[in-house]
């Protein structure tokens, strides 16, 4: 059906990002309730291309781990996209809700990724460049779904080299200014499944950083780790140009490395970041915490060398695929725990 902005009636704001914000609205002809992402449109005509190109793959799309489409309009300057409304928090903001997530969840979640992955580009042939958290939403049925991926297949490569948004999940390639492939969404995955498993992004130093000191932070991602509803302080802000770290953080960060780091709220820039990205080794989900089906999967994921990186059918065999889809966790019972 058409789509119009005087149709809507605004409910509250779910959200907003680099890109635009997202309302949580009423459809009053059809009583429908559902998310509107407001995105405000430059003149530049490829970036109206682009929009709408993606917007009318989202709409083609018909998967369960896919957030659907109502359809999308311009409302000058804006272009307005009506989606699937999905009644509980991005899995940001779910971990810093509730801690570092249940790795049989976190499980769940690489499955879901996965199949939404694989429905993407084997039927739309759409990479979709930008998984992480905040675009892994999850509903009350325990519906585990992608939302916000990029452009048509035909035209990836034409489209590769210009700018798609920087993003702290880019792999080391892309940093580089490598050609866009599936594989770096296979990069972004396995930091996010790190941070969700830690209840923190793992280019943030206290990561890092080995001693089994007292750090609050630590502790507490550690002593939830097996709970499926931890009472836990949420975790510190993020955008995508700087992270934060934690002042303990900060302070052992200056004591055991000599890095200097920005006044009171600590952050990492975004040029820190990337460096530390195409020149540290590849994060790893801490040795001997979740077990070795876990390790081996976010392993495969996190190989810098785009070449050795395991491939979306390859991780499809991963023994933790198989476990995770049969482990026993019931999501619906999950998600009504926050
Ligand atoms: P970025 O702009 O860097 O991609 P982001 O993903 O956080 O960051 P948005 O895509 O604008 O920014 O989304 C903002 C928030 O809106 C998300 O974190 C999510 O919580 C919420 N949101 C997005 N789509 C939906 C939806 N379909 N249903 C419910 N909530 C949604
Ligand atoms: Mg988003």
């Given at each position: 059906f058409d789509l119009k902005n005087d149709d809507f009636t605004t409910l509250e704001e779910l959200g907003a990002g680099n890109g635009g914000s997202v309302m949580k609205v009423l459809h009053n002809l059809t009583g429908t309730v559902m998310a509107k992402k407001i995105v405000l449109i430059d003149a530049k005509p490829a970036e109206r291309k682009k929009l709408l190109r993606e917007l009318q793959i989202m709409h083609d799309c018909d998967s369960p781990y896919i957030v659907s489409s109502y359809g999308a309009y311009l409302a000058e300057p804006n272009i307005c996209i009506c989606m699937e409304f999905m009644d509980k928090p991005s899995f940001d903001g779910i971990y810093k809700k509730i801690g570092a997530i249940d790795i049989r969840v976190v499980g769940k979640v690489a499955v879901a990724v996965l199949e939404g992955l694989r429905y993407l580009y084997d039927v739309?042939?759409?990479?979709?460049r930008d998984i992480k958290p905040s675009n892994i939403l999850c509903n009350s049925q325990g519906d585990i779904k992608l939302c916000d991926f990029g452009v048509s297949g035909e035209l990836v490569n034409s489209i590769?080299?210009?700018?798609v948004g920087t993003s702290i999940y880019m792999s080391p390639e892309r940093i580089q200014g490598a050609t866009y492939s599936v594989k770096s969404d296979i990069w972004s995955l396995g930091i996010t499944l790190i941070e969700l498993s830690v209840g923190q992004?793992?280019?943030?130093d206290s990561f890092s950083d080995?001693?089994?000191?007292?750090?609050l932070e630590d502790a507490a991602s550690h002593a939830h780790r097996?709970?499926?509803?931890p009472p836990r302080a949420p975790a510190p802000k993020r955008d995508s140009l700087r992270v934060p770290t934690s002042p303990t953080t900060a302070r052992r960060r200056r004591r055991s490395k000599g890095v200097s780091l920005h006044g009171g709220g600590a952050t990492l820039s975004i040029i820190e970041l990337m460096h530390q990205i195409v020149n540290e080794p590849a994060p790893r989900l801490p040795?001997?915490?979740?077990?070795?089906a876990p390790d081996a999967f976010v392993n495969g994921c996190l190989e810098k060398d785009p070449d050795t990186r395991r491939t979306p059918k390859e991780l499809f065999d991963y023994e933790w695929i198989a476990e995770s889809r049969q482990n026993g966790v019931d999501m619906r019972a999950w998600a009504a725990t926050f």
């Amino acid at each position: 059906f058409d789509l119009k902005n005087d149709d809507f009636t605004t409910l509250e704001e779910l959200g907003a990002g680099n890109g635009g914000s997202v309302m949580k609205v009423l459809h009053n002809l059809t009583g429908t309730v559902m998310a509107k992402k407001i995105v405000l449109i430059d003149a530049k005509p490829a970036e109206r291309k682009k929009l709408l190109r993606e917007l009318q793959i989202m709409h083609d799309c018909d998967s369960p781990y896919i957030v659907s489409s109502y359809g999308a309009y311009l409302a000058e300057p804006n272009i307005c996209i009506c989606m699937e409304f999905m009644d509980k928090p991005s899995f940001d903001g779910i971990y810093k809700k509730i801690g570092a997530i249940d790795i049989r969840v976190v499980g769940k979640v690489a499955v879901a990724v996965l199949e939404g992955l694989r429905y993407l580009y084997d039927v739309h042939r759409i990479i979709h460049r930008d998984i992480k958290p905040s675009n892994i939403l999850c509903n009350s049925q325990g519906d585990i779904k992608l939302c916000d991926f990029g452009v048509s297949g035909e035209l990836v490569n034409s489209i590769a080299n210009t700018f798609v948004g920087t993003s702290i999940y880019m792999s080391p390639e892309r940093i580089q200014g490598a050609t866009y492939s599936v594989k770096s969404d296979i990069w972004s995955l396995g930091i996010t499944l790190i941070e969700l498993s830690v209840g923190q992004f793992p280019f943030s130093d206290s990561f890092s950083d080995s001693d089994a000191d007292s750090d609050l932070e630590d502790a507490a991602s550690h002593a939830h780790r097996d709970s499926l509803h931890p009472p836990r302080a949420p975790a510190p802000k993020r955008d995508s140009l700087r992270v934060p770290t934690s002042p303990t953080t900060a302070r052992r960060r200056r004591r055991s490395k000599g890095v200097s780091l920005h006044g009171g709220g600590a952050t990492l820039s975004i040029i820190e970041l990337m460096h530390q990205i195409v020149n540290e080794p590849a994060p790893r989900l801490p040795p001997g915490r979740f077990g070795a089906a876990p390790d081996a999967f976010v392993n495969g994921c996190l190989e810098k060398d785009p070449d050795t990186r395991r491939t979306p059918k390859e991780l499809f065999d991963y023994e933790w695929i198989a476990e995770s889809r049969q482990n026993g966790v019931d999501m619906r019972a999950w998600a009504a725990t926050f």
